[in-house]
């Protein structure tokens, strides 16, 4: 469980004449730092405060570094204007916005510029992924006419990967799905990959797979302009995951894979787990989930989501 030190907290350390042990799961608000510096308070990590107790030497360090420092203390007296909301209000918005999960405790640490994003191990960006599909050359030729080639209009966050401007329909059993849009380049095998309620509207069981796997899954039939191809097998639910590539991974700590959570706050926050690491040379670092996953947790594309492992 996250914990969070507020000035009150602060205050009553320093009239019991004790310090605070943090750790990485502990907040501590702007108000109670600065309260902690005035009342000279020591924010410490366990090994600090055991290294304390233990050891002579390394103690006289410490309390040199971080003596109260009454003389650095800022005068606000000459400030005359009224601020919107005074430092206990602010501090209540803050331990509420953290309570609700509007802010995690990494999102709190960059904003506040202890951490900058880019270097938290366990922040990655999100891409959702519609349903789409990818085409073997053969297939593409036999949709599309012979010699065709996709024209792109995005790339992907996956270098070389584009979504094309064309699309096709997909036919099953119950029924039909339309503009369904094409992923280039051409790849050695057909894939289909849609959203969990896509398989209700066509009729075909549901197969939650990492894309490649496509043995057993149900096919469909896919209509292009000039032709259509009826798939045996191909069609997928993609199973989320996190691309990276390995300097990413190793720099972050994970390895192809690795079963992790994904975790988002806010009104509709909560936490995804079965997520699988891709480590590939090819890979950039995103997390891919489908629009399904990201209505459910209002999570939008090009936002952030921490990692839990
Ligand atoms: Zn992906």
Redesign the pocket.
């Known amino acids: 469980m996250k914990r969070l030190i507020s000035a009150k907290d602060v205050v009553a350390a320093a009239e019991h004449h004790k310090n605070i042990v943090v750790d990485d799961n502990t907040i501590v608000t702007a108000q109670a730092r600065d309260v902690a510096k005035e009342r000279g308070v020591l924010l410490q990590s366990e090994a600090e405060a055991a290294a304390e107790q233990h050891e002579e030497a390394p103690a006289q360090e410490h309390h040199e570094e971080v003596a109260p420092q009454h003389h650095v203390v800022k005068e606000h007296k000459h400030e005359e204007k009224e601020p919107a909301l005074s430092a206990d209000e602010l501090e209540h918005l803050i331990a509420a916005a953290f309570e609700k999960g509007i802010w995690t405790k990494d999102d709190i640490d960059t904003l506040v510029g202890k951490k900058p994003a880019a270097s938290n191990p366990n922040i990655v960006p999100v891409?959702v992924?519609g349903r789409h599909i990818h085409l073997s050359k053969e297939h593409l030729e036999q949709l599309f006419g012979v010699g065709y080639e996709l024209t792109p209009i995005k790339d992907l966050?996956?270098p070389g990967q584009y979504a094309s401007k064309e699309c096709v329909t997909l036919a099953g059993p119950k029924g039909v799905i339309q503009k369904v849009r094409v992923l280039g380049p051409v790849r050695s095998k057909t894939q289909v990959e849609v959203l969990a309620g896509d398989t209700f509207k066509l009729g075909i069981p549901q197969a939650i797979r990492l894309?490649g796997h496509l043995e057993g899954t149900p096919g469909v039939t896919v209509i292009g302009p000039r032709g259509t191809v009826v798939l045996n097998e191909g069609v997928i639910v993609?199973a989320r995951?996190i691309?990276m590539n390995p300097a990413q991974a190793a720099e972050r700590g994970f390895h192809d894979g690795q079963i992790v959570s994904i975790k988002t706050g806010g009104e509709r926050g909560g936490v995804l787990d079965n997520v699988i690491i891709?480590v590939t040379e090819t890979g950039n670092l995103?997390c891919?989930i489908d629009t399904e996953e990201a209505n459910a947790l209002h999570i939008k594309c090009g936002t952030t989501v921490e990692v839990v492992r």
Do not use: M, P
């Open positions: 891409g992924s966050s996956q894309s993609a995951h691309h891709r995103d891919h």
